[in-house]
């Protein structure tokens, strides 16, 4: 079974920063498509942000382009999602899922991944 595992959710101020880990150690990450992902309750799973296998291309949804940045640590095998200018609409629970297809970073984020992770809670309040 494939466990991917975040990490650093938290409570935060608005305006506030927190940066997610994603890590597994039963595979690396970097032969892989990986996709953030929220979910609210009430609301539908949302994309986030997403970075290709293929070329390493990034997307971004408009909601939280310009405050969040994807990236990958190879020598740690995790990828981060590091996000800033927080807003309380950013609250949700984020999941980082992997994808096996090689598609594009948009696409990762529009159809969803593999496999993926438990979740972590991310509260954004005053």
């Known amino acids: 079974q494939v466990q991917l595992v975040e990490s650093g959710g938290g409570l935060v101020q608005p305006g506030g920063s927190l940066r997610l880990s994603c890590a597994t150690s039963q595979f690396t990450l970097d032969y892989y498509g990986i996709g953030w992902f929220r979910q609210a309750p009430g609301n539908e799973r949302e994309g986030v942000s997403c970075i290709s296998l293929s070329d390493g291309s990034t997307y971004y949804a408009d909601s939280v382009k310009g405050r969040f940045t994807i990236s990958r640590d190879s020598a740690k095998n995790t990828v981060y999602l590091e996000m800033n200018s927080l807003k309380t609409e950013d609250t949700a629970t984020y999941y980082c899922?992997?994808?096996?297809?090689?598609?594009?970073?948009?696409?990762?984020?529009?159809?969803?991944?593999?496999?993926y992770g438990q979740g972590t809670q991310v509260n954004v309040s005053s």
């Open positions: 899922a992997a994808d096996l297809s090689g598609t594009t970073a948009q696409h990762i984020c529009a159809l969803g991944g593999d496999y």
